[in-house]
């Protein structure tokens, strides 16, 4: 019982640092003015949301995470940034104008509309979870899953990747090619 | 059989509205389309730690593969999002989301 309660104990250490870290992170993702820095900051609350998605049992999409968003979507970010040249925007410029409390607004509406959402439909279940395997998120739990119950939406993605990686590549090149290498009539 | 240890799934939906409600203040305030994109990764997140924290929640593998086709999507959302923003920079059009209002009809 007293393993077992510090090892809740330590749980709660480590979310309270993730999830703090994770919501800071967000919030300087949306307030720093040089997008080089907020590239930074999104792999922070990428790396930091692996961490509570470990404390959920979910080993494979945690590592899936740190793989594909903070590697490959993040090293492509930076490359676009340092590409096109860092351009500075203050999000607060000019003073508070209608558009910046708008957003405000909306973003709090949105906010409120989630908690009251999810409080009033699936509040009865949530302080109860339920227990799970060892498998439970493991590459192998993952595969079994994908190859078995969840096939259509495995091949799906499949074909999505492979449109997006279609139109990445016609809208990279189709831009390079300059007037004069078009063939005249 | 292992049990949830630390704070419940309500704490983790918590961190996910928040999460949600910062990338939509992003979306919705500046005027970068990069730092547009990089706030739609925030509510792409947002979203799925809700997803997998129902998954737990419920001891049901779904809301993870769920998560997985939502990154999926994410990277590929990325991929055409960028290869819009070098096009419209090789193009020379200023890149500010409020004056990109060539195709408004």
Redesign the interface.
């Given at each position: 019982m007293l393993i077992?309660s510090a090892?809740?104990v330590l749980?709660?250490i480590?979310?309270i640092v993730a999830?703090f870290a994770?919501?800071g992170s967000?919030?300087a993702?949306?307030s720093f003015s040089n997008?080089f820095y907020?590239?930074l900051a999104?792999i922070g609350?990428?790396g930091s949301?692996a961490v509570?998605?470990l404390?959920?049992?979910?080993e494979?999409?945690a590592a899936?995470?740190v793989l594909?968003?903070a590697g490959?979507?993040m090293v492509?970010?930076l490359f676009?940034?340092a590409?096109?040249g860092p351009?500075t925007?203050s999000?607060w410029m000019g003073g508070p104008s209608w558009?910046?409390a708008?957003?405000?607004l909306?973003?709090?509406a949105?906010?409120v509309e989630?908690?009251v959402v999810?409080g009033l439909k699936?509040?009865g279940?949530?302080?109860h979870?339920?227990?799970?395997?060892?498998t439970?998120?493991t590459p192998a739990?993952?595969g079994r899953?994908?190859l078995t119950?969840?096939l259509l939406?495995f091949e799906?993605?499949s074909i999505?990747?492979l449109?997006?990686?279609i139109?990445?590549v016609i809208?990279?090149a189709?831009?390079?090619r300059s007037p004069e290498e078009v063939p005249s009539l | 059989m292992t049990a949830l240890l630390g704070p419940e799934i309500s704490w983790y939906l918590a961190v996910s509205g928040f999460l949600f409600a910062t990338g939509a203040l992003g979306v919705l305030l500046r005027r970068n389309p990069l730092i547009v994109l990089l706030s739609l990764e925030i509510m792409l997140n947002g979203g799925n730690l809700a997803l997998i924290g129902f998954s737990r929640n419920l001891g049901d593998g779904g809301g993870q593969i769920f998560a997985l086709a939502v990154m999926a999507v994410a990277a590929s959302e990325v991929v055409v999002g960028l290869g819009l923003v070098v096009a419209l920079n090789r193009k020379r059009v200023t890149l500010d989301v409020d004056r990109l209002n060539t195709l408004r009809g």
């Open positions: 077992a090892g809740n749980v709660w480590v979310w999830a994770c919501l967000g919030i993702v949306v997008p907020s590239a999104l609350n990428l949301l509570l998605y404390l959920l049992n979910a494979f999409v899936a995470q594909v968003y490959a979507v492509m970010f676009v940034i590409y096109i351009r925007e999000p558009q910046a708008g957003a405000v909306a973003a709090g949105l906010l989630i908690v999810i699936a509040s279940h949530l302080a979870s339920e227990h799970v395997d060892r439970f998120g739990y993952i899953l994908f119950d969840h939406a799906i993605t999505v990747l449109v997006a990686a139109g990445g809208l990279g189709h831009s390079r | -």
